[in-house]
């Protein structure tokens, strides 16, 4: 009998967002709409970067990988979310389920850094704009998309390893739309206390290191601001960086929200709701957020929409 209680699970059932039968298919169509709009939206602005060499430049080296990664990201978990609003029971094996945590862990993370690469750009574009081109040289903006990745590597491996290790007994329905950490670990039969703090050691470092290196960029970028004596000029610097805020603050909000919480302070069901922003509007809104404030990411559309026209 002891043996049957500790034999491990091959799969796991996902409960999906609502347990409610009248809301699964207008919810089915919602998300579908939202997907859409994220694959569209990223993979628009990846073209119109690749398209328009006037925005070969760092800034927009950049934003092409968080578009990259935000399309991935999103791909990674809605696909497999939709299908829970219209079957029964939407069941993942248990090396699909490690295999969607390993790239949703990867994602995570390298968009928290792809943020703080961007904005150390910002603040080498408005704090030392005479060494631009150098600072921000092609070789640098390599490295630091190497160093982007590396830890969207390092975050994977250590929240994966973390799970592969436990035990899950007789119980596999997992309380989520995904296979996210908190819900396995609450359902592992051995987990312990060693592993929750893992959890809250990687996620600090996925989220403190790069809000730490955003909040002093953004306090030496908030410095020279003040000394720009025209308004003109302070409009444009400000502008330059409004994007990045907004797309910064829904990121790490809602990330902060899920995991740097205690599980007795945030039910599993409202973290269900919170997770949604940033694994399915933060990438929706991304694309929109960069291109509907940017000059150039308009005037590069209009250019290409004209350049289709003529042909």
Excluded at 73 to 102: D, H, R, W
Excluded at 229 to 258: D, P, Q, Y
Excluded at 272 to 284: D, G, H, N, W
């Amino acid at each position: 009998m002891a043996e049957e209680n500790t034999s491990s699970v091959t799969e796991f059932i996902l409960t999906g967002l609502t347990d409610q039968p009248e809301l699964q298919i207008p919810l089915f169509f919602l998300f579908l709409c939202f997907y859409m709009v994220t694959v569209v939206g990223n993979l628009g602005l990846i073209t119109l970067i690749g398209l328009n060499s006037h925005l070969h430049i760092p800034m927009y080296f950049f934003l092409f990988n968080l578009s990259f990664i935000d399309f991935s990201f999103s791909t990674a978990i809605v696909p497999k979310m939709l299908t829970s609003f219209i079957s029964e029971k939407n069941f993942i094996s248990y090396a699909g389920c490690m295999t969607q945590l390993f790239f949703f862990c990867f994602f995570v993370f390298s968009e928290s850094f792809i943020l703080s690469a961007m904005a150390y750009d910002r603040y080498v574009a408005i704090c030392k704009p005479l060494v631009y081109t150098v600072t921000m040289s092609p070789q640098v903006c390599l490295l630091l998309l190497l160093g982007v990745y590396g830890m969207g590597v390092f975050g994977a491996m250590a929240h994966t390893g973390n799970i592969v290790f436990l035990t899950f007994c007789g119980d596999n329905l997992v309380n989520h739309y995904m296979c996210d950490i908190i819900p396995l670990l609450e359902l592992s039969c051995n987990s312990s206390y060693v592993n929750l703090l893992v959890v809250f050691i990687v996620v600090t470092i996925g989220i403190g290191v790069p809000i730490v290196t955003i909040f002093i960029s953004y306090g030496f970028i908030l410095s020279s601001i003040f000394h720009i004596s025209s308004t003109e000029g302070r409009s444009k610097a400000f502008s330059t960086c409004s994007s990045h805020i907004l797309a910064v603050s829904l990121f790490f909000g809602s990330g902060a929200f899920m995991y740097l919480k205690p599980p007795s302070i945030l039910p599993l069901d409202q973290g269900k709701v919170s997770s949604l922003f940033y694994t399915i509007v933060v990438p929706m809104f991304n694309p929109l957020i960069y291109s509907l404030r940017n000059k150039d990411v308009k005037f590069a559309l209009k250019k290409t929409l004209d350049r289709i026209m003529l042909s």
